[in-house]
């Protein structure tokens, strides 16, 4: 059983500092890009595109609240109950860094796959999907709810050996490059699409019809799309959102809309079966017909 170091886990996180300084960059990069959207969309007097810039802006100021203070303190409480019990330790060092950002790219693809495959998963990541625009607001527009769940998927990089940080810090990695590929500004880019999670790549994932539905999940590489058969390229104009529109703006309607319907689901199920189905099965799941009507 390996031994937990709570002595030294501020020092762990100073020695991820240059990772850290990183994606903080990226993050206030995109900050930036969104705050050039909003600006232009007032000069230009686009107020529909402003609307839901704001409403983006909107969700992510309770997310950023929430994974600073309760949230964030779930998630590395969690691993670092979970990490006395990895079978052995990988030392950190510039080769197991790249190997560390592989396996989360990894851990990403799965978590982001069950997110739209699980109803009670999709209930949370649903509010990402919900705009019907697409641009770099729409990299904000992230669940009040993932916080406490999202750990889970990083609980194997943990028993394998990855150091506590070093697994959370390059998860934070993936999460973090895919602050710029919301943007229809960036048409396709040749062989890159198909290597990488581009703009191309990622309007693909967010669109909501065929054959568009359920692809490209990967966070950085598309290598796990193409492994596992959810790669698509993008060869006609997308259109976005859910399949039964959310029109609304409102923050708490845009995080907490699907959790009310499957809150009705399960209280108007007929068997403890079905609300069980209801968790666990494809988004749209039904115990009459099995049809998958939204997602």
């Not at 509010?127 to 607001?137: I, K, L, N, Q, V």
């Not at 068997?271 to 998958?292: E, V």
Request: proline share 4%.
């Amino acid at each position: 059983m390996r031994e937990v170091r709570v002595d030294n886990l501020q020092a762990r996180f100073d020695d991820a500092g240059v990772w850290l300084e990183l994606i903080d960059l990226s993050l206030l990069a995109a900050l930036c890009l969104v705050g050039a959207g909003v600006c232009w969309d007032i000069v230009r007097k686009r107020w529909e595109p402003l609307r839901e810039k704001l409403a983006n802006i909107a969700v992510a100021i309770g997310n950023i609240l929430l994974e600073r203070t309760l949230y964030g303190a779930v998630f590395l409480i969690a691993l670092w109950l979970v990490e006395p019990l990895a079978w052995w330790r990988i030392p950190v060092n510039g080769w197991t860094w790249a190997l560390a950002l592989l396996a989360a790219d990894l851990s990403y693809y799965w978590m982001h796959r069950i997110e739209h495959k699980v109803r009670f998963f999709w209930t949370i990541h649903s509010a990402h999907h919900s705009s019907e625009r697409f641009d770099f607001s729409t990299s904000l527009r992230l669940s009040w709810l993932e916080g406490p769940v999202e750990w889970i998927f990083l609980v194997p990089m943990v028993l394998l050996g990855f150091d506590l940080v070093q697994t959370i810090v390059a998860f934070l990695a993936v999460v973090a490059y895919q602050s710029w590929i919301h943007t229809e500004k960036v048409g396709t880019l040749g062989w890159l699409d198909r290597v990488f999670n581009t703009p191309s790549a990622h309007r693909v994932h967010h669109g909501s019809h065929h054959p568009y539905l359920d692809k490209n999940f990967g966070g950085v590489l598309m290598l796990w799309d193409r492994l596992f058969g959810t790669y698509q390229p993008e060869t006609a104009p997308v259109s976005y959102g859910l399949t039964t529109p959310l029109a609304s703006r409102n923050p708490f309607i845009i995080v907490f809309h699907e959790a009310k319907a499957l809150y009705s689901d399960c209280r108007n199920a007929h068997s403890w079966r079905d609300r069980l189905h209801f968790l666990i099965k494809s988004p749209g799941w039904k115990p009459d017909t099995h049809a998958h009507t939204d997602h």
